[in-house]
């Protein structure tokens, strides 16, 4: 048996499923903000009983919490040592007020440039001391190429300020080219710690009091889970969980075999996302939360700002819904019509109170000179036209990313869904509509209500890790596992693939994992018309996906 | 980072990194790794104002405008021409419509040495990607417009040149290592232009070992003033990269910061890529630097690993070579219109000029005889007699009839095209105005 708890904006949603992945019982409570790991537990409470908790194999969180702290500016001050070397103005790496630059650097191919001074690293920490910071990230360019200069700084740190409890290191959180990116990861990261890890030792302590043994697990950003003791490290991962447990929803409950769009309509906002065969895509650079732009990587999801609840109004004599919303739909007590309210006047749904619905609506109707129902019509196709012209930008933009090799710009990938799946209140009237629009297959799956849960408490523990080496300068790294290794001539992409493939593995202990490689590159080194050695790049991954049964 | 660019920047950023002429040749699959490591670790792309762009793939159509491959271009031209020849296209369609304020093509390969006719590659380049791209918004948006080229590799641009000698709306400035000390050992001070376009082919060839120096002083007391007196609608840096202190196949001193200095003050709407073989020390740093600089942002951190201050000075022997051919360039631009086109060209009908034309990649020995008329009313009907060596296509005939083409001289062609069906196996018409490309086989 399994748990899945989604801590959402105003609700906190929990379902227990059996071992073929049944459900057996869902709840749904308000979400007390002030007090996360309670929401949680209590959760927890009412969805097993003191017979069936010896039998749970594990319980998967989707939480709000890294992302809400970071929104409301809520982590802990963070002293950033950056080791720029030359390239743009370090001026512009201005992420925090506690910033030191430190001269050295690596370049591209991760050959030390310029030693760092030991000097430097102390006064500069000793400076954010005298100013009460006491969280450290360490940050250096081209560091996923080498890593000893942010090490070495980190050692320093270690040797002389005891005090300093709290470090991260860039390369540690993405093995991926983007400074700029791994700077902002690593300033968010290292300000939330604490607080995560207080929110982790709570829940602890309360799964504990319940004899709650089994493993608990963190949903990330990526649609995957992490074991809670990698999370402490990584909290940041755990961004953008909600929209995660939303795909890992869709995917769970309707098990994509093409290509797919998917849709959650929600009360604000409509969500797409994209599956392409069972797999949801990601971000191509790293999710952007309250304008950093980040390394984390993320599930594609854009939301749209119309929704069931989207306040709609007449402006210039035409039609606007969204992207505001007052409150619930007029239906349900709200303040004003809503796409819902046209819904409900329709006869398309059960629930609502049709007369306020129709109040609601009768004022627009007189203003453009319709009926009631031929304005609830309108609203109807405007709002389905909407989320359509949202969708076509998404192609287009996804069809056109830039490619690198003739190969693949005259390869024609082009994403053309092929089915429309939807969850969320609105689905069951609109999808069909909005499916018959962009002439695609459909399906509303049951217990859309909590897909999101369903989909943490499925939802397989993924990772990935990036594999550079360098045969003439004789060595490899894979920067997020922290291993750096020498090697000889005969080391090429064939030896890097499996080298990543079963060190990934070995990551991952008891996850029977389906690892694949994502990306592979191998380039000979030219030096005067010899080919002096090679550079070989490779990707490894756990792709996001439904967890195999009897596996963690 | 919160940066936002002063002035929008498209990027076409095309490596190909699965394309190379030969496995160790220097235009090779590695050729732009370095320099999409250091753009990517830069964090460039995420900076508000810069986007990035896929090339398109330009057709034959687009080929035929501008050259003439022989026997025809499907048997010379591959995907990845077409597709280098597209970039530099895309790159000027996001400037002409307005998508971006500026363009770069980060393309390969290059092309600034391909000539009208072409036979196979030479110095690398196969087709011109920037002349293919001038004819292309020619056709499309007016033969009027008036473009500028300042190429900046540190070879002779003699293809482009060879394109543009005769045209009066293209002004061709070629910056370049001294053709007496490099390939292809052309491009003097004396190469003024054709009797059609005379003076608006300027060519100023550097000392070896010139830096940064003397590059700004050719740059603000020559060029900039004569981009000035010109006041064309585009401006084109063909940005070869291959002036760099460090680069294998020249000898000359430039450093990252006076390339990115230079595009601060060229101001360009578009950089096309040339050549630049020294692709680990030079190439990521000058790219780095030529985005920033075109994107209006801060470039004065950007240096090379093994950069020394003291590489930007410069003997006063270089110094006095440059200043007086500067003087001498600027003094025949001031008169280029005063010229008796008649008596500098020492004839009254046809100039013409025999060129013998080396493919240093593909190994072919070309000779022509090119015939300019003389002509008042348009700049002149051109024909040009080649042949190839060891090629057994035997003598061929191609006439080019230029945008500006006046009644007279277009009805000369086509009679001429006509009547030397006879004597040629292989012969070509360029309409330059219908757009269209004729011939005998």
Redesign the interface.
Known sequence: MQLGIDIGGTHTDGVLLDKNDQLINHNKLPTDYHNLADTILSSCQKLTSNSNRNNLNRLVLSTTLITNLIIKGGGHSTGLLLIPGPGLNPAWYNYSPYTKIISGSIDHRGRKVKDITEKEVKKGVANFIKQGVNNIGICGKFSTRNPSQELKIKKIIENNFPEIKNITLSHKLSGKLNYPRRIATTYLNTGVQKPHNKFISDIQTGLNKLNLEAPVYILKADGGTMPLKEAKNLPIESINSGPAASIMGILALTKPTETTLGLDIGGTTTDISLFVGQEPIFKPKGITINNYKTSVRGLYNQSIGVGGDSLIQIKDGKLKIGPQRKGSAAAFGGPAPTPTDALVYLNLTNNGDKKKATASLNPLAKKLHLSTSELAEKIITKFCSQIQTKINQILTKLNNQPVYTINKLLTDNTIQPTRLVGIGGPAKTIIPKLANRLNLKYEVPDHSAVANAVGAALARTTKECTLYADTSRSYYNIPELGIEKEITDEFNLETAKKIAQQELNSNLKNQTAEIKITNSETFNLIRGFKTTGQIIKVTAQVKPGRRRTNAN | ???KAKNNLGLV???????SIS??HPE???RL??T???V?????L?IEGIE????L?ATIDDVNRTHICIPDTESIIS??HL?SAGGAIKAAELVMQQEVDKAFAIIRPPGHHAFRIVYGARGFCTVNNEAIMVEYLRQKYGSDLKIAFVDTDAHHADGTQNIYYNDPNVLHISIHQDGRTLFPGTGFTDDLGGPGAFGRTINLPLPTNTTDQGLHYALDNLILPILDDFDPDLIINAAGQDNHYSD?LTQMKITAQGYAELNEKLDPDLAILQGGYSI?SAL??IN?GIM?AMAG??Y??????D?NSKIVKQSTKITDIIKKRVDKLLSSWKKRDEIDIQAKFNTQDYYTTQHNIFYDTAQIRENQQIKIKICPDCSGLMIIDSRAVPLSIGETRNIILPFDVCNECRQLGYNKYEISKSDFNYIYLQDKKEDKLLTNH
């Open positions: 980072m919160q940066i950023f095309f490596p190909a990194f699965d394309w496995p160790t090779r699959k590695e790794l370095y999409k490591d250091q990517l670790e830069e964090g460039l995420d990035e762009y896929n090339p793939v995907k990845p597709i294998p680990e990521p740093y780095t920033l942002l801060d004065s951190y950007i240096k090379e690993p950069y």
